[in-house]
Structure formats: structure tokens, C-alpha cells
């Protein structure tokens, strides 16, 4: 292998190296920085929840599948067989879930107003009727509004539906999107919808938000209605973060591991230490995100994308350069690998031995 070759060779661990670094180094800067207006801290749910591909499913639930909580926040528990309706509370067919996130809402609530004594039980008070409305806007009781309905790419029409009829479509769209993209792209082996899809996919990210957005506003509102004028200038409660990122299950545990691993093996790479390890983590890195958004010609292109890519795209890419660069001795070349190597005790006497005399 001639000196040329070594540079380049070099040069491109260098470059690897440069861009893990910093793809790291910006994640944990961002979770460093926290919640501000202009940014959010670094989290793989998003990329997660848009994966696509064989283990699509697998990546979904790690960073749980939007539709899926969605559908489970907005059902309400159906009666047992026997059971009265008349003489069931209703505030109690409330899904756990969304009792769960209403109890927790109320709590950062509490804490953030300083709510004591018969104010805090007024606001419990406030709270259990808003349970109650919302299991009853979600048996369609209350709550009919103009609801806008799309029909291929130009064509709209604003219907009268109850929550409970809204609901319906919602799940509708959602069984619609899943066969699409579980049935009939694998068997076409081409994104046969384009438009529709692009379409579909906004009408399910719509209803989904315009129903939760109706749900939980009475229950705030009503919340709200508790406060005095000096508690209001106290303005809203903060965004709820978990304190630690171990406290955020296993999407926290991925999240730590990206940033640093990250981080770490590009630090290796342009150092030079542990070549060959740091090659093959970042290799296992980029399979990893290749299977998340894989270039399968029957999926719709990734918004992430920033070309056009059929089977092979750059993770794949540079995961084969790393993967070329694990069989070569570069870390030895230009890096410490090779410092080390030099100043280890027990390569001295293999050093100062002296060659066999041929005869």
C-alpha cells in the first residue's frame, strides 16, 4: 500500500470521524440547553415514529406510536356486562391514560400556582367535571362542530359531526394509512399513492390534533376559572421534561446512547483510538438508522431526504467506508493507536530481538 493511498485513507476517518462528532456534540448541546422558545432538546422520537421499512414496528414502539396513544387517550371504557349505565358515574369511563395525564396536568398545575386549602379542593372539584364532560363529548352528547373533510388533492367540504362521529373517521384514517403502508406498497414494490398518501398522512396528523385539542381545552379552561388575578400573572405551567434521561424509559435509555455514542466514536476516529472498535460502532450505528428510514423503492421518499435513493443511500454508504476502513491499520498510520502500540512494554523485546542468521 503506497503513502498516497494511507493519506486518503486517513483522510476519510478524519472526515467520518469530524461528522460524528459533531452530529453528537449538537444532541447533547441541545438536551444541555433544555426547553427554550426557539428550540426543543434533541430526541429520536420523531425519526423513530417515522420509520418505515421491515422493523418499522419495532422502532414504533419504542417511541410509541402516536396514532395508537391517541386512540387510546380518546376511547372511553365500555360498561361490564350487567352494569347500569344509569347508576355507573360516568366520570369513571374515563380512559386510564387520560386520567393518568389529567392527574399529572393537575399536580405540575397545583405546584406551579401554589394551590392550598379549599382553592385546591375546588380545582379537584373542577377537574372531576371535566372528566365527566369529556367522557360525554366523547359518547357524542355535546360537542357537534364543522369538521373539514378532503377529497383527492383540491377538493374539501365542511360537515356537521358529533366527537363520537369524528372519532370514527379518525380510526378510519388511521386503518386506511396502516394498509397502505403494511399491504399495499410491499406488494406493488413501488409507492403506488404518492399524492394520496402525502394527503392521507396530513388528514390523520389533522383530526388527531384538532381532537385532543378539543378535549383538553375545556378541562384547562375550567382549571383556569380557580386562579386569581396575582396567580394568572404567574404565567402558564412549564412543559413537562423528565429531570433525568433515565427517567424517560427506553426512548431515554436510545436517546443517551446516541448522543454519546456518538460522540465517542467520532472522538475515537479522529484521535485514532480504538480504530477498529470505533469503525465498527459507527457501522452498527448507521444499519441501524438505515433500517429505521431504508431506500426500499415501494416506501414514500423520507422527508429527511436529500436526494433520490434506491436500495442504497449515504448511511449505506458510510457505513461500507467505515466497514473498509475496520480492515485497514489507520489508527497505526495516524493516531494513537500507533503511539501506544509503540510505547507498550511487550512489544520492546520483539523489537530488540535480533533477525535469524539464513543459512
Not at 1 to 8: E, S, V
Not at 322 to 344: E, H, V
Amino acid at each position: 500500500m503506497n503513502g498516497m493511498t494511507r493519506f486518503f485513507l486517513v483522510l476519510l476517518r478524519f472526515a467520518i470521524g469530524w461528522h460524528f462528532l459533531f452530529e453528537g456534540l449538537d444532541k447533547i448541546q441541545s438536551v444541555n440547553l433544555g426547553v427554550t422558545e426557539t428550540s426543543r432538546p434533541w430526541t429520536s422520537k420523531a425519526y423513530l415514529r417515522e420509520s418505515m421499512g421491515p422493523l418499522a414496528d419495532y422502532f414504533h414502539r419504542q417511541a410509541g406510536d402516536t396514532d395508537e396513544e391517541a386512540l387510546a387517550i380518546l376511547e372511553v371504557r365500555p360498561l361490564s356486562p350487567g352494569e347500569d349505565p344509569a347508576k355507573v358515574p360516568v366520570g369513571q369511563r374515563i380512559s386510564p391514560i387520560l386520567a393518568q395525564a389529567w392527574n399529572e396536568y393537575f399536580q405540575r398545575f397545583a405546584d406551579h400556582y401554589k394551590l392550598e386549602g379549599a382553592q385546591r379542593r375546588m380545582a379537584e372539584g373542577k377537574l372531576a367535571q371535566a372528566k365527566e364532560q369529556a367522557v360525554r363529548w366523547l359518547l357524542g352528547e355535546a360537542g357537534i362542530r364543522e369538521v373539514e373533510h378532503t377529497y383527492g388533492p383540491s377538493a374539501s367540504v365542511k360537515i356537521k359531526e358529533s366527537p363520537a362521529q369524528r372519532l370514527q373517521d379518525y380510526r378510519q384514517k388511521v386503518q386506511e394509512l396502516r394498509e397502505i403502508m403494511d399491504e399495499k406498497l410491499p406488494a406493488f414494490g413501488r409507492d403506488v399513492e404518492k399524492r394520496h398518501l402525502t394527503s392521507l398522512k396530513a388528514d390523520v396528523n389533522r383530526m388527531r390534533s384538532e381532537l385532543l385539542a378539543d378535549l383538553e381545552k375545556p378541562m384547562q379552561e375550567t382549571l383556569q376559572s380557580v386562579l386569581t388575578e396575582e396567580q394568572k400573572k404567574m404565567g402558564p405551567i412549564p412543559v413537562a421534561v423528565a429531570s433525568h434521561w433515565w427517567e424517560q424509559g427506553r426512548l431515554g435509555w436510545i436517546d443517551w446512547i446516541t448522543r454519546y455514542g456518538l460522540t465517542a466514536v467520532g472522538a475515537c476516529l479522529l484521535l485514532g483510538l480504538f480504530t477498529r472498535s470505533a469503525c465498527l460502532a459507527g457501522a452498527a450505528f448507521l444499519i441501524l438508522f438505515y433500517l429505521a428510514m431504508p431506500a426500499l423503492p415501494w416506501l414514500p421518499e423520507s422527508p429527511r431526504a436529500e436526494g433520490h435513493y434506491v436500495f442504497i443511500n449515504k448511511n449505506i454508504i458510510e457505513m461500507l467506508a467505515l466497514l473498509a476502513l475496520a480492515t485497514t491499520r489507520s489508527g497505526f498510520w495516524a493516531g494513537l493507536d500507533g503511539i501506544f502500540y509503540c510505547l507498550a512494554p511487550w512489544h520492546w523485546g520483539a523489537r530488540r530481538a535480533p533477525a535469524p542468521v539464513s543459512r
